[in-house]
Structure formats: C-alpha cells, structure tokens
C-alpha cells in the first residue's frame, strides 16, 4: 500500500509534517497560558508536556517499531481480528476527519476575528476545502513535499518575530521563577497539555510509510525536540510582550505579541507576514488530516484508492461546519479546553495501550504473522 | 507539460487567488476616513468621541485645504458611537493608524474599562496607541487647537509624548503598558497628561494664545484616575521606574553662588526589600550618570573635588524629588505607582501570595528609604567656566 507515487517517505519529511500540524496550535493558542496557574511559569508547562507526551506515546513507539511498514488499519485488523481491528480503523479514520473538521472550524474563527471580518464562513470554508481537498487527492506525499518548505518559513517566522520583538521583551515578567506556582499543579497542565497532542495519530500513521532505513524511535524524538522549542519559543515571546496576565485574556495571543512590532517606527504593521505563514500552515495541517483519514479509511476497506473518500469527506466537514454552531469561538473553545484532552487520550493513549496489552496476550498467535 | 512544471503553475494559480482577487473585507482608500488621533469623553451618559482623520484630498485648484479634519458622533456605547459617525460623514473609520487617544479627566475618573473592552476586542485598533488624559480642558478641545508645527495634531501630540524623554517630566505609556499593570496587580497604572496653557505669542504684541504641554502623569487606582502628578514629580517617579534615560536636574552650586546642571545619560535603580513582620522597609538606590551641561557658578570644573561636589548636590536635589513624589504617593494618593509591588513579589514570592491583595495598604504604611549616587565622568568641551577668573 502506498500513500501516492510509490515513494517511500524520509524520517525528515516525517518530522516536518508532524512539526507543521503540531506547532501550529500553540502559534494560534499559545495553550500554556490558559491552563493552570496562567502566571509567569506558564512557558515551563511546554517545556514538561514534551516528556509527558514521550511516555504517553511509548505505545504508539513499540506498535510502529514493531509492525515496521505494515499501515496501522492493517495491524489493528491483526491484533484485534477483523471485525473489531477494522472498527478501530473506522474509528481512527473518523477521529482524523473529525480534526480536520476541528481544524477548519479554528482556521475560520481566526481569518474571520483577525483579517477577513466580514467574509462570510461559506466562502472561507470553499477556498479551503477546495484546496485542501485538491491537496489531499494528488496524495499525502505531496502535501508532505510541500511541508518541508512550509515549516521553514513557519520555523523562519517565528525566530524573526521573535528577534524583532526584542525590543519590547520585558525580561521581568518571568520573575519569580517556580514560586506562584507548585510542580504538582504545573506537571498537571503538562499532562492536560500533552493530552491535546491529537497530531500523535498523524504519525502513527504515517510512519508506516517511512523508509526502514530510518528509526522511528529517532525520528519521534527529534520532532519532539523540535516542536518543543518551538512550543517553548513562541510562548516566551508571547510572555515576555504581553505578560502571563494579559496573554491568557486573548483568544490569539501570538497574533497579538505580533502586532506589537515596531523597530525604529519602520518596521511595523508586519503581522501579515504570520498570518500568511498560519494560512499556509493550516492548510497543510487540513489536507493532511483528509488525506491520512483517506489512508486509513482505504485500508480499513480495502478499497483499490484513497481517493473516492476525499470529496465525500470534504463535503462532510463543510455541512457540518455550515449547518451547526461549532464555528462560534465559545462553542469550540469549550471543545479544545473540555472535551479535547480526553478524546485525544482514548485515541492516542489509552486505544495504542490497549493494543500493545493485546500484543503481549497474542504474542504467540502473532508469530504466525512473523511479528 | 511535466507533472512537476504543472504543480508549479497551480501553485502560481492558487498563490494568485489571495494576492489579485477582492474580497468582501476590500477597504477603499476613498471609502475610508483613515483615524489618526481620537478625543473619548461622556456627556449626559453618551459616549462622545470626536477623530482626527487625515484628509487624503490636501491640494485642490484655487486653495489649499487641510491636511486634518475633524468629525464628532455620540452614542450609547463606545461602538455605538463609532457607527453612529456614518450619519454625519461619509467614510468608514479606519482604526489601525490612530496613533494617541485623548481620553477627559470626567470618563477616565468614571472607568477606562469600558473603553478598554472595546479597544482591544475589535480587530483595527492597536495596542500600541499611547494614551493621555487631558488635565482640566475638554479633550475634544485639545484635539481642535491648531498647533502649525505637524500637519497632523495627532503626529504634534505622539512627538510630544516620545520628545518628553528629553525633559523627564511626563510618561510615555501605550494601551499595553496600561493593560499590563492593571491586570499585574504590582503596579497601579499611569499614563500621561495633557495640558492647555494660555500664552503670549511671540511676536504678537499682547495677543495671547492656546499652548500644549504634555507635563505630569495621572495615577489610577485599577482603571479609575485618582489623582495627578506634575512634571517634577513624574521626573522623580521615572528615576525610581528607571524611566529617566535623558533629561537635565539643576542642583545648587558647591559654593551656592550658582547653580549647575546635570544632563542624565543613564540612571539605574535597584530595589532592596526587607520585611519584619507586618512592616516593609525598601531601599531604593539611584545610580546616575550624568554630563556636566551648563555652570553658571563659576567653578573650577578642572579640579576632582569640585566635581565630587557638583555629583553630590546633585544626588541631593534628585533625592528631594524622588522622596516628594514617594511621600504624595503614600500619604495623598495612596497608592503604588512605582511598581514597587514586583519588587515585593520577586523578592518575597512566598510573602507576596499573602499579602498581595493588601499590597496597597503595606505600601502606605512601607518605610522607604531612598539613596541616590551620581557619576560625572564627563565635563563638556570647556575646562575653565566662562567668567570664573573675573569673578577672583
């Protein structure tokens, strides 16, 4: 099974996709400040959710490395039997569309209370999913090729608005350190923040196309790493400009510490330049998630092509923005702080846990699959 | 055409989807009254605000108009008044370029909340539009008074407030400077303050007119002005804030025969906070350097001990400032507008998490100590003051 033109994916190509999708929630939230204590540790939050998120993704770890190449839809189908193995594909599909949706609606909510005012939703959402859908049909390797290019520049954004910034940095606003705040309540909002890492199924499924000649345990880390300082990056920018207090009161933090460039009265009113860097983002991030539910969804069925279910899976997110109150900023905020971290949990912790447990009850039934 | 050559060219299709196409967000310049400066202030209840708005129209045949005009509305709400403004003129505000706000002494004792809310919730103000409060004239006032130094008064007032870094004696402060210390809880907020004064113009024989200053500061408690400092005394806030990165403090003359003064290059402050008990004692130490600008003593400037001596008259004189505005604060005010609660809370966090909500009354009662060194490493071009042979 293949994921578009045969090629199979490289570990840096892997690392760059799951760093696009992932980076992107805190370049819109900068969550670490809407969790709590919401003070001048917040950035330490980032910093620890990376370790959290390693241990809660030792399943997904030992499940690629040991089903190396074989499509997760596949191996579910091998652990679980066939009836139960393709409703968890079904289901894993369903989760990725869903975020895809989810995903949208935050894209919407963002060009609609920043730049593009009075748009309406309808002509948003077709530019999008017009795109994304496109994206997602000429195949997930494309959209990878694309992100490789696409997370420099965030990457390149992201250090310059930060370099740019640094006139009104105010270096006081992280005092005092650990003192507000105890290392119980902070290690609590790292777990809560880990358990909105929904990007953790992108990479499940899209390791199994990774070349064998890169490890995936590496490959894993390294995006990690990557995604961490970043994490860290944008919201000590955002604390440093804006301060704890006040960043936690805005819906897009980031966009605001943004706005506040201003180099010798020349250099200002540059915050369009993160906003290209977003769209673009976003749409990378959307067409991902259609064409990885595609994925799944294909080998699930076993079906010839993944893409008989792009259109009918674009249409879908598009109804089900436009006919019902998800896109209020009140509606799907309550998704993303409430009811996030727990479908992302039972999908990206407890469900891999789950299969590894089965691994080790089947283990001898298994090696008749040579695993 | 190869496969990657049509990737190319779709993705030239799609990247000139954003930057040639409308939308339903296109701003017309000629659709557009583009705000530079905005007066805020309540009559009977209504919000009244009044927009400087650049006038893109300047050279017509047979005269000249005004670069700047002026339009008012009202309304219930801020927003309400803001579109009720479409009434009377033709454009739409356009938010992004207002570069100060005027708020009245009436709506900023009322509350700046309200107006806040509705700043930093729409999508074209910035936060980085400094604000002032006009001390006993109307804002809308200010805004009217032609001053022929800008074109715009909105640009006349912004170089006021950046220029008053030369003389020390306002504050420069933009909405998130004000955001940052309401929400902090350390600190009370300040912005600075606009002032109307009437003057003999130059050259005009007795004619007097309509002069702007942008002089002292005004203090809130939360979002609600509570009182005023002069320019003296925000000069000795700035010091303590270190805020003071330029400016002249004239001192007495080591023989008080004159006096000498000392241009700020830099000043420092530290904070040092003790606690014993219920009582706080702070030590706010002053380090100055300084440029001897001007003597008018006749002094030896040539010698190390008269230079010593001109540093500590002028440690001295700082120190009478910064311990007035101290004392106004705590006694008049009272309230800290020096921030002196971060210190408190750097220091003693685990004190600080106690006392926070009463910091203000700890601060009332808080025995501050205030030590102010100068160094005077520079003395000018001259050595050998004009007149000081004479004056043997």
Known sequence: MMIGNGEKLTSFQVIMLVVTCRLLINYAFTPAFNLPPGNQDAWIIDVLSGVYILVMYLPVLFLSNRFRGIPPAQYFEILLGKYLGKFAGFMISLYLLFFAFFFSVIFIDFIKSSVLTTTPVYAILILLLVIAAYAAYIGLDSIIRAAELLIIFIMFIIIAFTVLNFNNFDMQ?????????????????????????????????????????????????????????????????????????????????????TQQINLFDFIQRIEFVNVIGWIFGFMIKISSFIAASSLVMRDTLKTKSNQIFIIPMSILIMVFILMTDITKNAVYRKIIYVYAPYLVSAFTYAFPLILVIVYFFRRKKLKAYGK | MGYHRKKIVLALIIFHIFILSGCWDREELNTMGVAGALAVEEKDGNKELAFEIYNPIREEEGGKEESVKFHRSSGVSFFDAIRNITMSYDKKIFFSHIKVIIVSEETAREGLLGFFDFWTRQHQPRLSTYILVAKDVSPSEVLSSREEMEDSYADYIMSLVKNSKNSGKTVSINILDFLKDFYGKEKQPIVGTILMKEEKQLGEGNKTGNKLYAEGAAVFSGDKLIGFIDGQEARGLNFVTEKMDSGVVVSPSPDEKGENSVEIINSESEYDVDFSGNDVRIKISIRILGALAETNAGVDTREPEIIKEIEKNNSQAVKLEVEHVIKKAQKELKTDIFGLGSSVHRQYPEKWASIKDQWNEFFLNAKIEVNVSTEIPRIGLINIPAGMEERK
């Open chain 1, 173 to 257: 606003a992280f005092l005092p350190i650990l003192h507000d705040s105890n290392i119980f309540q902070l290690n609590l909002s790292a777990i809560s923040l880990a358990g909105r890492f929904c990007d953790g199924v992108m990479f499940m499924v899209i390791i199994a196309y990774m070349d064998k000649k890169y490890s995936v345990n590496k490959t894993f880390i390294t995006t990690l790493l990557l995604f961490s300082s970043f994490a860290v990056l944008l919201t000590v920018t955002t604390e440093a400009v804006l301060g704890a207090d006040y960043a936690k009161r805005l819906n897009f933090p980031y966009y605001t510490t």
